[in-house]
Each structure stands twice: as structure tokens, then as C-alpha cells.
């Protein structure tokens, strides 16, 4: 099983998508400053604070087949929702990395013979009550979930069952107008206290108390999204938000150069 150490962000007070013309702080600069009113270095203390439930989830960025292909790196929709009309056959059960090291899925071959590695552990767990439906050979017209990046490997992780040849959902309504994910992504630096507000588009979450989640702004443009963790050692007493949670976290920037934030 993984285990990814977090910390929690929580977002700005009373506005929209706000960083009062703020940047964030340099390496020399008293990070325990009290700036709340941006996302940068907020007053209030680590968490999750659920401001709404069941908003809409941003529409799913329509990628390219060679977009995803395994070696293709990071792009501007990574850790965001993505969606392909790839049909292909499933070829190789699990992963094409070893069971145990990123996932536990499934790649799906076009019929360019170009790949794209499923994850199906990251969101779904060890076990989860779809999988007989990825058996080698099977047709796949499109898939939908999470733009990954794992070292040098870039994966699609399934959020849920219906990201094998599901619909895609409409949003029920306009989505609150909030940049802040896409402020952090932008002024990004290691062991920043941040605050931002988004949308949980697919979570996890495990029995020892950890669990993660994907922060995407609700207007789903390009460089709004990161992942959220919280090892089971925090200190920090939060719980996993649900999937369509609009939520703000307080948390910081991981050190390890990964765009996640620690709990």
C-alpha cells in the first residue's frame, strides 16, 4: 500500500479566487507572517473546512491519446480531470510497472499501437468491484479520471468505475468562479503555508487515517489542480472530504519538489 506524506491547505476568507496582488514569500522571508486574505501564508491553522457539498466537478480536459502516453511527462492538466476516446484492447494486467510500485491497473493500446498505463489503485483501492471489467483483450472506447505523474511516468488514475467507458457527466449548474489553485500553481515554491479553495474531484482514503484527494479550481482551466495528502502520522485532525466537496484547505507545499500539499 502507499503511503504519501501531507499537508492540508486552507483557502482565503470571504473572496473570490483572491490574492491581493500578493506573490508568494521568498526562501529568506518570515513564512509565519500573518497575511490572511491571499492564499499565501494564512493566519488561520492547517485543515479542511467543506464550504459546500455536491458542486459541479470541472468538465474534463478532452486529451490526445499521445497527450497520456506513458513517457510523455508532465502538461498543464496533470492532477486534473482528463477524458480520451482511445479505442483500444487492453493489453498487459497488471500495470506496465510492477504490482505494489505506482499502481495496480492496466495499459490500454490503440490501434496505433500507442499506450496509455491506468492506474486503478491510486482512487479505487486494492479491491475495487469493477475490476473484472479490465481483463486482457477487453475493448475500450474512452477513458476518463486523473492526469498522474510518478517520477519519469505519466498514468490515467481511474476516480471511479465509470472512468471505463462512462459518460460524461454535465454540470448541473455554474460553478463558483475561483482561481486560487491556479495562483498556487503559479507562484509555486517549497514549505509555503497556503490557503486555496477548489473542487475534490476524486479522493482516497485508507483505514489508518491517511488520505488524499484532488484540489481542482471549478473552471477547469489549464494548471488548476494538485493533490491534497494526509499521511497517517499528521498531527493536523482533518477528515477526507467527499468527491463535489467545495472545500478550502490550509496546508503547505511539499519540500520534496512535487506540486502536492502536506497536512
Do not use: N
Not at 458542486?55 to 502516453?69: F, G, I, K, T, Y
Request: hydrophobic residues 40%.
Amino acid at each position: 500500500m502507499r503511503i504519501w506524506a501531507v499537508l492540508v491547505v486552507i483557502g482565503s476568507v470571504g473572496c473570490s479566487g483572491c490574492s491581493g496582488g500578493e506573490t508568494p514569500a521568498s526562501p529568506g522571508e518570515d513564512l509565519g507572517a500573518s497575511r490572511d486574505g491571499g492564499i499565501w501564508s494564512p493566519a488561520r491553522g492547517a485543515g479542511i473546512e467543506v464550504l459546500e457539498r455536491g458542486q459541479p466537478l470541472p468538465s474534463s480536459h478532452l486529451a490526445d491519446v499521445a497527450e497520456l502516453a506513458p513517457d510523455a511527462g508532465p502538461g498543464p492538466f496533470t492532477d486534473m480531470r482528463v477524458r480520451v476516446e482511445v479505442g483500444g484492447e487492453i493489453r498487459t494486467t497488471p500495470c506496465v510497472v510492477p504490482s505494489g510500485s505506482y499502481c495496480d491497473g492496466f495499459a490500454v493500446v490503440d490501434a496505433r499501437g500507442r499506450t496509455i498505463a491506468v492506474d486503478t489503485y491510486a482512487y479505487l483501492g486494492a479491491k475495487p468491484a469493477c475490476r473484472s471489467r479490465w481483463t486482457a483483450g477487453a475493448r475500450v472506447t474512452s477513458l476518463s479520471g486523473i492526469w498522474q505523474q510518478h517520477a519519469s511516468l505519466s498514468v490515467l488514475a481511474l476516480a471511479g468505475c465509470d472512468g471505463l467507458d462512462g459518460a460524461e457527466g454535465q454540470a448541473a449548474g455554474a460553478p463558483p468562479s475561483t482561481d486560487d489553485v491556479h495562483q498556487l500553481l503559479a507562484g509555486w515554491a517549497p514549505g509555503l503555508g497556503v490557503s486555496v479553495r477548489g473542487v475534490v474531484v476524486a479522493r482516497w482514503k485508507s483505514g489508518s487515517g491517511a488520505f488524499g484527494f484532488a484540489l481542482q479550481d471549478p473552471g477547469g482551466a489549464p494548471a488548476s489542480g494538485v493533490r491534497v495528502v494526509r499521511s497517517r502520522t499528521s498531527p493536523v485532525p482533518a477528515s477526507a472530504p467527499e468527491v463535489g466537496d467545495g472545500v478550502r484547505v490550509t496546508a503547505r507545499t511539499s519540500r520534496s519538489g512535487e506540486h502536492v500539499l502536506e497536512l
